[in-house]
């Protein structure tokens, strides 16, 4: 059984679509995340939520909407989608109930997001 | 201001031999958590080590070990008897806890080649 999941693992589209990306997992985990991993590897934080409620929210334009129905979905909407757009997204998960415990990240396997 | 840095982007090592991937930190948080991640080719995420900010021994995992000096803020990942395995993006992480959220940074990685 995986962790975390997340589809489609590819995603190509045009310029202006608006395209979403779903995740689940299957740990119990109370808190998701969404990660933006660029064409340089960098991993950028996008959002994080925690029991369905929103608690980080980056400097992300407001194209891009998360979703969370249950505490086991976290969903990426994204608007209008542009060139600058493309990129691995990454859904995590973790559950951090003591901040001295070691609780890591549990990755998706990521979608690569190309926006032609 | 970088949070965390990881200073070689990219790294040689002969196979067999070990090797060490820097990584230095910064936050005023006194609880804080520090992680290693692989990501090969494939592009999936794989955790590798924890260190607690109060753990008192350096933390060890098979071949990996992470050599942790809280004064320096510093967190290099140690990989013994390296193995062409290894050759992967490597990406160190801090948890750290604003405003009661847990957040997980990445620094920009380092990409080692395990040499035959």
């Known amino acids: 059984d995986t962790a975390v999941s997340q589809t489609p693992k590819y995603l190509v589209t045009q310029m202006g679509n608006d395209k979403s990306i779903k995740c689940e997992q299957n740990l119990g985990h109370d808190t998701m995340y969404w990660y933006k991993q660029d064409s340089k590897k960098f991993l950028k934080i996008m959002f994080s939520?925690?029991?369905?409620?929103?608690?980080i929210n980056e400097t992300v334009p407001n194209r891009f909407s998360p979703k969370s129905p249950d505490k086991a979905h976290l969903n990426l909407h994204i608007n209008s989608l542009e060139l600058g757009d493309s990129a691995v997204y990454f859904c995590?998960?973790?559950?951090?109930?003591?901040?001295?415990?070691?609780?890591?990240?549990?990755f998706g396997s990521g979608t690569q997001l190309s926006v032609l | 201001a970088q949070k965390i840095t990881q200073t070689q982007p990219g790294m040689f090592v002969q196979e067999k031999e070990a090797v060490t991937l820097d990584c230095t930190y910064d936050t005023s948080d006194p609880s804080y958590g520090l992680f290693w991640y692989k990501q090969p080719s494939s592009g999936e995420m794989i955790f590798l080590i924890y260190?607690?900010?109060?753990?008192?021994q350096n933390a060890t995992e098979g071949r990996y070990s992470l050599n942790f000096q809280k004064a320096r803020k510093s967190a290099n990942l140690v990989i013994s008897a390296s193995q062409l395995g290894d050759s992967a993006m490597y990406f160190c992480a801090m948890r750290e806890s604003p405003s009661g959220t847990y957040k997980y940074i990445f620094g920009t990685g380092t990409r080692l080649k395990v040499l035959a």
């Open positions: 939520y925690n029991n369905k409620e929103l608690i």
């Open positions: 995590a998960s973790s559950q951090v109930i003591d901040s001295l415990i070691n609780e890591k990240l549990f």
């Open positions: 260190q607690g900010s109060y753990d008192q």
